[in-house]
């Protein structure tokens, strides 16, 4: 089944987004509190968290930051905070998907199915794998390694590395980047490629000043520069 968690103190809009997304046929578990929502991470297995940023015991940032320690499940952020600034932080703690309150439940409910269309046809059967010695990507395991150290990455960095390397040195735009990873309806924050992107490097590049694997090629996008 497809289990969704949804972290919201607000039982009217708790209730509202419960029902939109179990006529799409979701599995809906609802927790009014950071700390509650913990709990249940550690009895089912969610394919998406769906995460207020305003909750009563911590904030939805460190529930976050905790979650991102151990999982790399799709997390979805609920806020009135909708500044430029808000969303690069978001993404920059982990987030996938940033959503300013007052929203549609429609539009939530569309972006959760798109999400697992995404889901379900990311990657088939691949097996691409680069290694160095020092960075090994493999896209068939979804895995990352510094000198055989596992590196978390979210679902979208890791998305974004592999298609990189499986264009083998061709050249992404950011526009083909959103199409692959977020599909073509994506309409979020039109430069969250170049925030993930400066999160990819910060986890495998030495120097994120001369990057030697995520390339940035002017006014073309990216590209993959590893060599075996």
């Given at each position: ?199 990819i490097r910060k986890k495998i ?24």
């Amino acid at each position: 089944m497809n289990h969704i968690l949804l972290i919201e103190d607000e039982e009217s809009v708790s209730t509202v987004i419960k029902g939109y997304l179990e006529k799409e046929g979701y599995t809906v578990h609802c927790a009014i509190s950071g700390l509650k929502g913990l709990d249940l991470l550690k009895t089912v297995d969610f394919k998406l968290i769906i995460l207020d940023l305003m909750l009563p015991d911590i904030s939805g940032e460190e529930v976050c930051k905790i979650i991102r320690q151990s999982s790399d499940v799709h997390i979805f952020m609920l806020t009135a905070k909708g500044s430029l600034n808000d969303k690069i932080e978001g993404l920059n703690i982990g987030a996938d998907e940033y959503l300013i309150k007052p929203f549609s439940p429609r539009e939530l409910t569309a972006r959760v199915n798109a999400l697992f269309r995404r889901i379900s046809s990311k990657f088939p059967s691949s097996k691409v794998i680069f290694d160095d010695g020092y960075l090994r990507i493999d896209c068939d395991k979804r895995t990352v390694q510094i000198l055989k150290q596992d590196v978390p990455f979210t679902p979208n960095e890791f998305d974004i590395i592999c298609a990189l390397v499986s264009a083998k040195g061709s050249v992404l735009s950011r526009e083909q980047l959103i199409d692959k990873i977020f599909g073509v309806d994506f309409s979020g924050y039109d430069r969250t490629i170049d925030v993930h992107i400066k999160n990819i490097r910060k986890k495998i590049e030495i120097d994120t000043k001369n990057p030697k694997y995520v390339l940035t090629v002017m006014k073309a996008g990216y590209k993959f520069g590893g060599e075996k």
